[in-house]
């Protein structure tokens, strides 16, 4: 009963200094939530019009000879043209080039009457050929390049019709479920931002909670007291876990909250969707977050106590964010959780591994099983290593 509530004691004082600290407060938990939204939703309006044109935006395009079964085309999307001629050729292809202009079109002359006279097999003489001059640097030239060559392939196609492909009408041809997409978008992208998110989280607090009170001297009045080391590191632990956890989640919600401007149209077209994921997989995502933020946490805290200073602790921190960040990029790579269990007994890339599978419902309940199992057992571990650390003098009064 005294070892639980020293324990407690330990996690109260930590929970007071950090929620005690408005401006630590909002940098930790509330910032990062918000500065992600905006920076994502920034980068999705930022795609789009980088990728993509407006709605309203009128292609300039410029075409010489035009032949009347292009002109119903054109007509039939509402795709301006505007009539040039070949001596005005060179000066439009300069105004496609400085992207004062979309498009440069030349058709040959009677290109109708050429068309419907030539036999691909049995003419000897070239087929006619139409020149489509465009600026791949230009987002609207680009589209409407696609666009017309497009139309042009299929009037093309039209004109020679031997055998259809996926012609039928209401038929649905690709068989990726919701679940699928999403699965397949979310499993690539939010292991890693999770982790990157749980490190930081983890990297702004428990430095200052170790590395800060042997910098100011204010551990060793903890020493001094009469309970065990065990019991500080378990309470150290405990309360950085819960706060690098809530720093966490902030980040994610933030993330999840921007996905919608960061996706564009996959997102508005409902082809991306967190709907698609019961309570049990958020469950199952929020148990291998705990975990795997206890181990996180265990290990920073342990390069804490062996460091003199605050700077100090995040320079020896830093080599494992890049080792964690390599492990996260694992999550782009394959298809789905490995099913090889002794994988999921490495630090971090079981974390990862477990993530992935969740949210491309490829998890194997074994997987999960073995990662949570480590992952506490690595904790239990770092708590004895670290308390081991609070019992050597060497180590806490180091100057």
Do not use: W
């Not at 996260?328 to 994988?343: E, I, V």
Request: charged share 15%.
């Amino acid at each position: 009963m005294r070892s639980q509530n020293n324990i407690i004691t330990i996690i109260k004082k930590e929970f007071s200094r950090f929620f005690g600290d408005k401006r630590l407060l909002f940098t930790t938990l509330i910032l990062p939530g918000i500065m992600i939204f905006i920076l994502y939703s920034f980068m999705g309006k930022a795609m789009r019009s980088q990728f993509m044109t407006e709605e309203d935006y009128v292609y300039g395009i410029s075409v010489i000879h035009t032949p009347q079964s292009f002109l119903t085309l054109a007509e039939n999307v509402e795709l301006p043209l505007a009539a040039a001629t070949q001596e005005e050729a060179e000066e439009i292809r300069g105004q496609v080039q400085t992207q004062e202009q979309d498009i440069l079109l030349v058709f040959p002359e009677g290109f109708d009457e050429k068309v419907a006279a030539y036999d691909s097999i049995a003419s000897e003489e070239a087929a006619p050929n139409v020149e489509i001059y465009y600026n791949s640097a230009s987002t609207p030239s680009s589209e409407a390049y696609q666009m017309i060559s497009g139309m042009l392939e299929q009037y093309e196609t039209a004109i020679a019709n031997k055998f259809d492909i996926n012609a039928g009408e209401g038929v649905v041809y690709d068989l990726a479920t919701k679940e699928d997409s999403s699965g397949r978008v979310f499993s690539m992208m939010l292991p890693m931002l999770l982790m990157i998110f749980l490190f930081s989280g983890c990297m702004a607090i428990a430095p200052e909670s170790i590395a800060g009170e042997k910098e100011r001297g204010t551990i060793a009045t903890l020493l001094v007291t009469p309970m065990k080391r065990r019991e500080l590191a378990i309470g150290k632990l405990i309360s950085l876990s819960v706060i690098g956890l809530l720093s966490g989640l902030s980040s994610f919600l933030g993330t999840m909250l921007s996905m919608p401007m960061l996706m564009g149209e996959l997102a508005t077209e409902g082809v991306l969707s967190a709907s698609v994921y019961t309570p049990v997989d958020f469950l199952l995502l929020l148990i291998t977050i705990l975990s795997t933020v206890l181990v996180i946490i265990g290990l920073i805290s342990i390069l804490s106590a062996a460091s003199k200073s605050v700077k100090e602790a995040g320079t020896a921190a830093s080599p494992l964010m890049v080792l964690v960040l390599v492990i996260s990029a694992t999550s782009m790579m394959g298809k789905g959780a490995p099913n090889d269990l002794y994988l999921y007994l490495i630090p971090f890339y079981n974390s990862v591994q477990c993530m992935n599978g969740i949210f491309s419902f490829s998890l194997p309940s074994a997987g999960m099983m073995i990662t949570i199992a480590s992952n506490l057992f690595y904790t239990v571990l770092m708590v004895g290593v670290l308390a081991k650390m609070f019992d050597s003098e060497k180590i806490m009064y180091q100057v």
